[in-house]
C-alpha cells in the first residue's frame, strides 16, 4: 500500500464524550508507516503517546480484523499490545451484540495509566476493520 492510499486519522467513538484516535502517522523514504500518535481522550482527560510501528510483529489492524470477522460473538477476551508496551487494547464480546473495548496508554515508569472503555455494536465491525486498515495500511 502506497503512502497516498492511508488515511491520516482513524476514530473510535463512544458519544460525544470519549473517543479513542489513531494519528499523526509518519511514513519511512520506503512508504512504510513508522510511527503513529495514539490519543484516549474525553470527559476532561486526554493522554496521548508516539507509538513505534516495527516492520515486524502485527499492528493493531490484527484486533479489529479479528473482531469483524468473529462479528458474531467470541467467548475469551481479544486483546493487542504495542510492542514496548506503551499501549493495551481488550476486546470482550458482551451479550445482544455489543463489543466492550478497552484501550489503555501506560507510562513506561509505571506511575500512571489511563483506560477508556467504548461500546461498539457489532454491526460497527467491519467499518471500524476497513477503517484500520487504511489507517495502518495492511
Not at 470482550?92 to 515508569?109: D, F, K, Q, W
Amino acid at each position: 500500500m502506497s503512502q497516498s492510499e492511508f488515511v491520516d486519522n482513524f476514530e473510535i467513538l463512544n458519544g460525544p464524550d470519549l473517543k479513542v484516535v489513531f494519528t499523526g502517522p509518519k511514513f519511512s523514504d520506503d512508504g512504510w508507516l513508522e510511527s503513529y500518535m495514539f490519543t484516549i481522550a474525553g470527559n476532561g482527560i486526554e493522554a496521548s503517546i508516539r507509538v513505534d510501528n516495527p516492520p515486524y510483529g502485527h499492528s493493531p489492524y490484527v484486533l479489529f480484523e479479528q473482531m469483524n470477522n468473529e462479528w458474531s460473538g467470541w467467548k475469551e477476551p481479544k486483546g493487542w499490545g504495542a510492542m514496548e508496551g506503551e499501549y493495551n487494547l481488550r476486546a470482550t464480546y458482551e451479550p445482544r451484540g455489543h463489543i466492550l473495548l478497552s484501550a489503555e496508554i501506560v507510562n513506561l515508569s509505571g506511575s500512571w495509566s489511563t483506560i477508556a472503555s467504548i461500546d461498539i455494536e457489532a454491526g460497527e465491525l467491519e467499518s471500524l476493520a476497513r477503517r484500520a486498515k487504511a489507517f495502518f495500511g495492511c
